[in-house]
């Protein structure tokens, strides 16, 4: 357990693979209506784990926002905003504001990620969301995100953001963890991510986290 939502659900890591190995990280879940990664990161967590990786997996970083079928947490902060690194305002408005919070990484959620990936030092990171179609690369080792692309059947491309793309979590990644990647994988909508899609990103994952 990493730490807690705002409504005190449990935020969980499991840790798989070869402890003290290359560590990676797979978040299924940070805008929690964009949930199918979910389905991504449990499959992961029933298959072989190649050697030399020191898997760590948070299904959901946002686990009251996905309960609710929200974007944003309990407080209705978009978590995706709201880290400590390049962080500007941004105001509540309306469903889906992209609201920063009031301060910078001031979400128990925000605070629960910032000290792990500290603790962890990901060299890999990849976050699932929905539903952009395309794999967003980030970090120094773009050929990671570009041969998921590849393996999946994506296009690669940043993901515009409607008020600014500040204080998200893959800068915030990219910019603490030198000489990796964190990146974004920008599924379809619920209806077009079948069963089939769900296993070709979790193979796609185990194939480029020993890259
Ligand atoms: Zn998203």
Known sequence: MIGRSVLGRDIVA????????????????????EAKGYEIT???????IPAGIDLWIIDS???????????????????????TY??????RSGPDSEYSGEAPGDQPETQALESFVGKIKPQITIFWHQDANRVSPGGARVEIPMKFASIVG????????????T?????YINHAIKGGTAFIVELPGDAAVTPAMVAL????????ITL
């Not at 840790?15 to 209506?33: D, E, K, Q, S």
């Not at 990103?201 to 480029?208: E, F, I, K, P, Y």
Request: hydrophobic content about 35%.
């Open 14 to 33: 499991y840790r798989l693979g070869t402890p003290g190995a290359r560590p990676v990280l797979l978040v299924g879940v940070i805008h929690g209506n």
């Open 42 to 48: 449990k499959l992961i967590r029933t298959m072989p």
């Open 61 to 83: 970083i946002n686990p009251d926002g996905q309960a609710a079928g929200t974007r944003e947490n309990a407080n209705g902060v978009d978590l995706n905003r709201n880290v």
């Open 86 to 91: 390049k962080w500007s305002y941004i105001p």
């Open 154 to 165: 994506l296009t690669t491309a940043s993901t515009p953001c409607t008020a600014g793309c």
């Open 167 to 171: 204080g998200t979590a893959t800068q």
């Open 201 to 208: 990103h979790a193979q796609a994952t185990l194939d480029v």
